[in-house]
């Protein structure tokens, strides 16, 4: 009788295309780690975006002659198409950690290798699917939550401010 505890299948799924794997490198990148790092860093992250394209806008509305010579008009249109990207910035970031919560909640891994058997799909071994589990419901979730509350409030910068560009 062997002393040795038994031996796993080998994951076939190359390290890159596992969901783990895909949670760290979103969580250590750059522009998907805004909502990592709580709400005032992902609010302070799209107000510097936000900053950044204002004056581009500004140049833009300053080609329309009505609101050229009207300048609070002027401001408040190019401060609402300033909104734009922010928004756009948040539905990529929505849509990043979306696809990476419902690899970690997948019973299955979907992979591709170079070869004969691309579109390979691999089951998650039950202590995987568990881990997968707990970092979805506390770390990828919370993440969600944020930017979807970040989205409403954009949506709702947007359409108050496209509103009150029609009052003016």
């Not at 969901?19 to 250590?28: D, H, I, M, T, W």
Request: with cysteine; proline share 7%; aromatic share 8%.
């Amino acid at each position: 009788m062997s002393d040795s505890p038994v031996r796993e299948q080998p994951c076939p799924v190359p390290e890159a295309q596992r969901p783990l794997s895909l949670y760290r490198e979103l969580a250590q990148s750059w522009f998907f780690s805004w909502p990592c790092r709580g709400a005032t860093a992902l609010g302070r992250s799209l107000l510097l975006s936000w900053l950044v394209v204002l004056p581009i806008s500004l140049l833009v509305a300053s080609g329309s002659v009505p609101l050229r010579h009207d300048l609070p008009r002027l401001v408040a249109a190019a401060a609402v198409a300033a909104l734009v990207v922010p928004l756009l910035l948040l539905v990529r970031q929505w849509l990043g950690w979306t696809t990476v919560l419902q690899r970690l909640q997948a019973e299955r891994v979907e992979y591709e290798e170079s070869g004969w058997y691309d579109g390979q799909v691999w089951e998650k071994p039950l202590a995987w699917r568990e881990q997968d589990w707990l970092v979805a419901s506390h770390q990828v979730r919370p993440i969600l939550g944020r930017l979807q509350r970040a989205l409403a409030l954009a949506a709702a910068l947007l359409l108050g401010g496209a509103s009150l560009c029609q009052a003016l």
